[in-house]
């Protein structure tokens, strides 16, 4: 669909700036489509437009053949990655191995003995949102990766026993975004050592903030008195890339890394401070700025989407504020028909909303040079879903309605800050933790809504049309459809897919159990023969037990958006979630995070637990089990998923 880019592989155009440094990357790339290593078609030059070039890749190549061509992975608990007869999996970047800065190459500590400096040169923990960046087509790039938290227990040769400033700066180091270069040689993917792209952005990276709330009054703090300048980045979760070629990190669950105050405002409240509860992180004992008692405009620093431009190790990143604050979860930018960016963006928190920017101005040519601003002015819309199948995009736009200083908004700034209190005051519609959101190739709209066992208990919200099920413990999946144009106002929806139980089924989902059952689904992607991969994070408190049993380990599964047909591709070992997800532009190359393998079923690993149920991937005796990039290919080097 011409108004419709296929934003995903779109990028690949774009992101292929000319770089004068930089010999490999050549200033008018070709792209490529879907087929691999000698059976390459060559497709476009770069000058292409958007629509024109992505139309045929999101028709697929593979003519009326079925669209997934492999056969299913059955559920497992076994302490392994699994993948379809005819593919392999390989480990690539895991938490702790050195990126590859000039000058510094820590190896990992299996004791996790390395120190704090050292992980600074280290990829971080826990993998999460990822992108992979063309240098030289699908042969070399930077891959970007997001480390969303850490498990202290594991971080720490004795966890959290003797805590100390330096397990604090080890932590923040193994907090943030990595920057890799990768290459394939001789068949086989590696982190290129050393590199030049090579860049670690951690919780104490300087990063400007931009849009209607920079410098606001609750944006300062006495560290910054400008309100424009905080350092780091925190809970990394889902991310996003822009046909600009820059990368968006979205911060989710910052709220735990601060002390609450003795006494709470309805501000503080509403975004999740517990009065008596503590710091998960435990930062505040050695760095007082996560003391909101004592700087309580530093949480309202953390919420944003942050772009940060991974050619460009020198650059700061920027966190934009006119996309809103929320428990970000990821951000999807998809192009209106008049050239304007439009980002989906989900609040993964219970009862939270789905949002949407639009920008005031239409990209431009010229690259992230071009757009360094393009995210700074635009329209905020939250979601509403109304029960006859339509739905609105409500406009978060200062003295509209409810949002003028008798609401307590005292200006653009203020609503950005409270945006949740701004769509409670709009009447937004109170989602089941809205994660993922993919855009595919007939203009739907994906959203997984991972689970809510809240829904419909005794003073919360009940079940409504979109969110139709009480104790929500096995997820759905909404989809819409906008009326004319991404960057409309109004829209119809469906459900995708009541995930769960074959009997959720419901005539107008028209995924489900046409195959494989999964539950709790998080990362979703469509690639660029337009599978929808759903990644799933069922929460090892549940994992192998009561209505979960059959599911095994977390997956990841493909499904045919327009059969509905869902194949399980890939099962994690014990404890994990499957997060990230992305590929070369050929189609051949899969990159897929594990996070947190091993993760105890409640709380933090114990160091000198000898039963840990995990060491993937290293499957050492006293190792430790470790988030990693896996790198899936076809063994005949064919595209994935066929
Ligand atoms: Fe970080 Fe909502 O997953
Ligand atoms: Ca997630
Ligand atoms: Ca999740
Ligand atoms: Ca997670």
Redesign the pocket.
């Known amino acids: 669909m011409a108004s419709f880019p296929f934003l995903q592989n779109a990028v690949a155009v774009h992101r292929s700036r000319p770089d004068p440094e930089d010999s490999n990357r050549s200033a008018n790339p070709t792209v490529y489509a879907v087929s691999c290593p000698g059976r390459r078609t060559l497709l476009q030059g770069a000058g292409a437009a958007l629509a024109g070039l992505l139309a045929p890749l999101a028709a697929g190549t593979t003519g009326d053949a079925p669209l997934l061509g492999f056969a299913s992975v059955p559920p497992s608990s076994a302490d392994t990655v699994a993948v379809p007869p005819g593919y392999r999996a390989d480990v690539l970047a895991a938490w702790g191995d050195p990126i590859g800065l000039p000058g510094s190459n820590p190896a990992f500590r299996l004791d996790a003995g390395n120190s704090a400096a050292e992980q600074a040169a280290q990829l971080g923990m826990h993998h999460?949102g990822m992108h992979y960046f063309p240098r030289a087509g699908s042969d070399s790039g930077l891959l970007v990766l997001n480390h969303?938290y850490v498990d202290d227990g594991l971080l720490h040769t004795d966890g959290i026993a003797n805590w100390s400033a330096e397990k604090v700066r080890k932590a923040q180091a193994a907090h943030g975004v990595s920057v890799l270069e990768i290459a394939q040689r001789e068949g086989r993917w590696q982190v290129v050592r050393p590199s030049r792209f090579a860049r670690r952005i951690t919780a104490r990276t300087p990063i400007a903030v931009a849009g209607p709330a920079a410098g606001h009054p609750l944006m300062r703090t006495a560290a910054d008195p400008t309100g424009r300048r905080v350092l780091g980045t925190i809970?990394n979760?889902?991310s996003g890339i822009t046909p600009w070629g820059t990368y968006l990190t979205c911060e989710?669950?910052f709220i735990d890394y601060f002390k609450p105050p003795a006494a709470l405002t309805a501000h503080e409240q509403r975004w999740g401070l517990r009065r008596g509860s503590f710091s998960y992180y435990r930062w505040h004992a050695f760095d007082e700025r996560f003391d909101a008692g004592r700087h309580p405009h530093e949480p309202n620093r953390f919420g944003w989407v942050v772009e940060i431009d991974p050619f460009d190790p020198r650059s700061t990143p920027v966190k934009r504020t006119a996309l809103g604050r929320a428990a970000h979860?990821g951000a999807t930018v998809a192009v209106a028909r008049d050239g304007r960016a439009v980002v989906y963006m989900g609040e993964?928190a219970r009862f939270e909303y789905i949002y949407k920017f639009v920008s005031r101005d239409p990209i431009q040519p010229g690259g992230a040079a071009a757009n360094a601003t393009l995210l700074d002015h635009g329209t905020l819309y939250v979601a509403r879903f109304d029960a006859d199948g339509t739905g609105r995009w409500l406009a978060l736009r200062h003295g509209d309605g409810p949002l003028g200083a008798a609401g307590g908004f005292a200006d653009q700034g203020e609503v950005l800050i409270k945006a949740r209190q701004a769509s409670d005051a709009l009447g937004a519609t109170k989602m089941d933790?809205p994660?993922w959101i993919a855009v595919d190739a007939d203009a739907w709209v994906y959203c997984s809504l991972?689970h809510n066992t809240k829904r419909g208990d005794i003073g919360e919200p009940q079940v409504d049309a979109a969110n139709p099920r009480a104790d929500n413990a096995m997820g759905h999946i909404i989809r819409w459809r906008e009326d004319d144009d991404v960057g409309s106002e109004r829209f119809r929806w469906q459900h995708f897919v009541l995930a769960g139980d074959p009997a959720n089924t419901r005539p107008e989902a028209v995924g489900n159990v046409q195959g494989d059952a999964f539950a709790c689904p998080?990362g979703l992607w469509v690639d660029g023969r337009g599978v929808l991969w759903i990644q799933t994070?069922i929460s090892n408190s549940a994992v192998g037990r009561g209505e979960f049993a059959r599911l095994g380990n977390n997956a990841m599964l493909a499904a045919d958006p327009r059969t509905g047909d869902v194949r399980r591709f890939l099962v994690g070992p014990r404890g994990c979630e499957i997060?990230g997800i992305t590929a070369t532009p050929d189609g051949c190359s899969l990159f897929v995070n594990v996070q947190h393998p091993g993760e105890a079923p409640r709380g933090r690993n114990d160091p000198t637990d000898p039963q840990r149920h995990s060491s993937w991937p290293d499957q050492h005796p006293t190792g430790r089990p470790r988030s990693a990039t896996v790198v899936i290919r076809k063994l005949d080097g064919g595209l994935i998923g066929t």
Request: hydrophobic share 5%; aromatic share 0%; charged share 60%.
């Open positions: 999460d969303e809970n979760c889902a989710e669950n979860e993964d933790r994660e991972t998080d994070d997060t």
